[in-house]
């Protein structure tokens, strides 16, 4: 039995990143009694922001702002014959912890996923004939429509301040964004980044060849900004220190900037940091949550008693609390009974960097959303059938920040010592990206679930990862290789460096991509085979919410942020005017 017992509330939310934060701000005004618990420690902006420096070191190298394995770790392996073995330092991904979570440390691409992304199991079923796509992979459509959901889209666009370049206003394609869009309710709050130097030739050049490039959609704001709940950001200064970084300029959207200023200043909200959920305490008949148990920090249990219970942490967190608490059955890849741990879902990514000798790019005037992108190769918009493969990509040019570790070198060059010096001396400056963002389908082999040999430091099973590259994933790297080179060729520089996955690629868990990890505890439309429904509501245990990535149930070319936000207030209205007026299932089947 816990230790302690706090005062109740009406709501306790578990982690306190974007989702934790539309959460707390949400409820906490609709009158409600609200408790964050968080993980890591309180980042408040006054320990990042300007006049401190941005440090490449701490945190681009020694993830300041991340979990540690110690604290996070899981368990990976490619299928289920292998015995997985634990995450020893952050590779392919790398989760945050902390007030603000990821949402502290992102790049700040804030862009949405298109009608077809939300629907993609319909498409599919009409696009492509039967035996075409991989029989082992379980795609679905989201919950709801466009028309359902763009309002919540729109709403967190300008709690963001979003940056950018209008292209789908109600239908009406605009001149200059991006034409596959869905329609917008409104246009963009603020206009977009300014264009550097690199994504100004990319741009140029992906035109003349027929693509339809448009700005980043960019949460590093272009002007200055207040948003609906009366935060405040700053124009952005092109310092170039977004991801990986807390920003020193309050410009980048964050849970600190565009919430967690105001909503720490309302008398019903309050937080307790270095406070480790192990559970969610349920009620003897397991249909509903009596709070949550944490581990404080002088290490004793506490129990926090709650009405609703919402578990908006990390995408892995949340999957791992559902199947350490027992809310639902746990997937069984077998005989695909059960719903906590499928539909697992991660990404690809590759690039080439192109090395010009008579051209200077200036690193130093940059920001994490700065760039040009096209969406011409992104699912509906080409014909994937005919290439035998489903899903597309967002492919871009961003400026890279000037920072010297980890500068883009032509192949050969040395990495450290002399000959390292001299090349930083040629190349320095004289070199661009054309980069994939890829979409990730969901397969009846790829699950998460709870590691059997390996636990943390308070005694409990890891979450255990299965995942490996499949061949329609491969394919499609393969296709937009030859798009990015194409593009790359039609620049003419004097060397190209490229890298992309081989058709016999699996799966490195040591190299950065993403830390985009979709999938485990997912929404839909039936209890059968999701874990929540389309409010993002346990289908099991009806007074806990679970807003994150965990609830897509694929991965699409979009980065993933705007979606959370997105369904996060879709599900906070609901428990608003539903919810709290007639508790229990908000969906019946």
Not at 21 to 49: N, T
Not at 59 to 64: P, V
């Amino acid at each position: 039995m816990p230790n302690i017992t706090n005062d109740e509330v009406d709501v306790v939310i578990v982690g306190l990143g974007w989702a934790g934060s539309i959460m707390a701000i949400e409820l906490a005004q609709a009158g409600l009694k609200v408790r964050a618990l968080e993980r890591g420690p309180d980042r408040p902006p006054e320990d990042f922001a300007y006049p401190k420096p941005a440090d490449q070191y701490a945190y681009a190298i020694k993830n300041k702002v991340f979990a540690t394995p110690r604290d996070a770790a899981l368990t990976v392996r490619y299928n289920d014959a292998e015995t997985a073995l634990p995450t020893r330092k952050w590779g392919a991904f790398a989760p945050g912890t902390g007030v603000g979570g990821s949402g502290l440390h992102w790049t700040g691409v804030l862009i949405r996923p298109t009608t077809t992304d939300i629907k993609l199991k319909t498409y599919a079923d009409h696009a492509y004939k039967r035996g075409i796509l991989d029989p082992d992979m379980r795609i679905k459509d989201f919950p709801f429509t466009w028309d359902e959901i763009e309002p919540f889209y729109d709403k967190f666009d300008k709690i963001c301040g979003l940056s950018g370049t209008t292209g789908n206003l109600k239908g009406v394609i605009q001149p200059g964004g991006d034409p596959f869009e869905g329609p917008r309710s409104s246009p963009y709050p603020l206009p977009a980044l300014h264009d550097t130097y690199n994504s100004s030739l990319f741009a140029a050049t992906a035109k003349k060849m027929g693509y339809h490039p448009f700005p980043n959609p960019s949460a590093n704001v272009s002007q200055a900004w207040t948003n609906p709940y009366g935060a405040q950001l700053a124009p952005c200064n092109y310092c170039g220190y977004c991801s990986k970084y807390p920003c020193l300029n309050y410009s980048k959207a964050s849970p600190q900037t565009a919430i967690l200023d105001v909503v720490k200043r309302m008398p019903n909200f309050s937080m307790r940091t270095n406070a480790n959920v192990i559970r969610v305490d349920l009620h003897d008949d397991k249909k509903t949550a009596r709070g949550v148990t944490y581990i404080d920090e002088n290490k004793r249990e506490v129990f926090q008693p709650a009405g609703i219970v919402i578990l908006s942490s990390f995408q892995f967190a949340n999957v791992r609390l559902m199947l350490l608490s027992g809310i639902g059955q746990v997937y069984n890849p077998l005989t695909e009974t059960g719903t906590i741990g499928r539909n697992y879902a991660f990404l690809s990514n590759g690039d080439a960097t192109l090395f010009f000798k008579d051209k200077h790019f200036n690193p130093f005037a940059t920001a994490g959303a700065t760039g040009e992108m096209f969406n011409d190769i992104s699912p509906g918009n080409f014909d994937g059938a005919s290439l035998g493969f489903i899903g597309g990509a967002k492919i871009h040019s961003s400026q890279a920040t000037g920072a010297p570790i980890g500068t883009s070198l032509p192949k050969g060059t040395p990495g450290w010592g002399k000959g390292w010096k001299e090349g930083m001396v040629d190349w320095y400056g004289r070199s661009m990206k054309i980069g994939i963002t890829t979409t990730c389908m969901s397969y009846r082999g790829h699950h998460l679930d709870l590691d059997p040999n390996y636990k943390d430091p308070w005694g409990q099973p890891l979450l255990r990862m299965t995942f490996d590259w499949r061949q329609n994933e491969l394919k499609l790297q393969r296709h937009l290789r030859d798009i990015v080179l194409g593009i790359a060729k039609e620049l003419g520089p004097d060397s190209i460096s490229e890298n992309f996955l081989a058709l016999d690629s699996h799966w490195d868990i040591t190299k950065y991509v993403s830390t985009h990890n979709v999938g485990g505890a997912i929404m839909g439309d039936s209890p059968r085979d999701s874990a929540l429904n389309r409010y993002l509501q346990s289908w099991d245990v009806h007074n806990v919410f679970v807003p994150g990535g965990n609830a897509f149930p694929q991965n699409f070319q979009a980065n993933p942020t705007a979606t959370i936000g997105a369904i996060t207030l879709f599900a906070a209205e609901a428990i608003k005017n539903h919810y709290l007026k007639n508790p229990g299932p908000l969906v019946h089947v």
